[in-house]
C-alpha cells in the first residue's frame, strides 16, 4: 500500500510476483510527486517516478548519478530501468553485494533481459497507467479497486 513520508510524497514498493527474470524488484520504489513538488517543468501533480529504495533517504549529495527518474511513459519503463541499472545500479554504494550478486549472476544466466511488453504488463498489474498533464507525459499511480 503506498505510503507518505516527510519529504512530501507519497511511496509504493514495487514488487510484483517473483520471476527469474526480476532479481532486483526491491530495488526500486515509485514515488509520486505531491503538488507542491511538482513545480519544475519535467514534473506534475501526480506524476509517479521511480528511485533506489537504498539511498533514497540519504542526502543528494552522497547519492550517485540518476538515483530516480520519470519515465515517460508504461512503454519507457524498461528502457529507462535499463539506464538506470547501468548508471546507478552499479555505483550506488547503498545497495547492498548480495544483491548486486545476485543480479549479476541472474543477467548471466537469464539472456532474455526482459521485453518491454512484459514491463507494461507488470506496470499496469501494480497500479501504473499513462497519463499526460497540459501536454506533458509521464506515469501516475492508480489503484485497482479493491487494492
Known sequence: APSSNAKNTTTLLLSRRRTRNTPCKTTRESFKAKTSYASS????????????????????????????????????????????????????????????????????SDKTRGKTAYWISSGKEVGLIDITFNGKVGITFQPKSGV
Open 41 to 108: 517543468p519535467r514534473h506534475f501533480p501526480g506524476r509517479v517516478g521511480l528511485r533506489c529504495v537504498y539511498c533514497a533517504n540519504v542526502p543528494k549529495k552522497d547519492q550517485q548519478s540518476m538515483p530516480y527518474f520519470y519515465p515517460k511513459g508504461l512503454s519507457d519503463l524498461y528502457r529507462s530501468t535499463c539506464t538506470w541499472q547501468r548508471v546507478h545500479f552499479k555505483n550506488c554504494s547503498y545497495i547492498p553485494s548480495s544483491v548486486k550478486r545476485k543480479y549479476y549472476n541472474l543477467k548471466e
